[in-house]
Antibody, heavy 124, light 107 residues
């Protein structure tokens, strides 16, 4: 059973870089897409981006200029870097696997499983 | 970007009740709609994918329907463990987007 666990600093200063790592256990990271999602306090979820096991990425345009997602298949980990953070970046950050399939010739996908999430607070 | 509007934002019900949560997309997303459950401090859990497919291991009292822009999640015979927050998510196109969530509370 695949499990994901986020790790990283819980406190980041404004203008600095938020860095988180997601460790995947119970399966190989190489053959799936992997995503970062965040939820600011009291608000809905926001998709940040995803990376494929072989390194291709897709980012939310609203964050694209500040985000980098990378992958280390030797450690079965993928990472998030978000630079120039502000208080608006305070959120619970989740990592998740992207699972997809074809149904009647149409492709669809979903997030499963998710990590438990880690709260990152931007605070000086 | 596709906007997802979920309603209601909160709902009170009793054990044994049947409840329905709706999710509307700002444009057609075919059947690319997923439903998740979230308990406080826990990882979100996939319930329904592709609008109506029940994830393995999820009880059959959960069901999903809809296509195009209008979708619903129905929970029959509510159990104590079902009182949580539910949210929808479109996977039709990036950037993927989510509903604001529905908090299901015990009456």
């Amino acid at each position: 059973q695949v499990q994901l666990q986020e790790s990283g600093p819980g406190l980041v200063k404004p203008s600095e870089t938020l860095s988180l790592t997601c460790t995947v256990s119970g399966g190989s990271i190489s053959s799936y897409y992997w995503s970062w999602i965040r939820q600011p306090p009291g608000k809905g979820m926001e998709w940040i981006g995803y990376i494929y096991g072989r390194g291709s990425t897709n980012y939310n345009p609203s964050l694209k200029s500040r985000v980098t997602i990378s992958i280390d298949t030797s450690k079965n980990q993928f990472s998030l870097k978000l630079n120039s953070v502000t208080a608006a970046d305070t959120a619970v950050y989740y990592c998740a696997r992207v699972v997809g399939s074809y149904d009647s010739g149409r492709y669809t996908n979903w997030f499963d499983p998710w990590g438990q999430g880690t709260l990152v607070t931007v605070f000086s | 970007d596709i906007q997802m509007t979920q309603s209601p934002s909160s709902l009170s019900a009793s054990v044994g009740d049947r409840v329905t949560i709706t999710c509307r997309a700002s444009q057609s997303i075919n059947s690319n709609l997923n439903w998740y459950l979230q308990r406080p401090g826990k990882a979100p859990k996939l319930l329904i994918y592709a609008a109506s497919s029940l994830q393995t291991g999820v009880p059959s009292r959960f069901s999903g329907s809809g296509s195009g822009t209008d979708f619903s999640l129905t929970i029959s015979n509510l159990q104590p463990e079902d009182f949580a927050t539910y949210f929808c998510q479109q996977s039709y196109t990036t950037p993927y987007s989510f509903g604001q969530g529905t908090k299901l509370e015990i009456k």
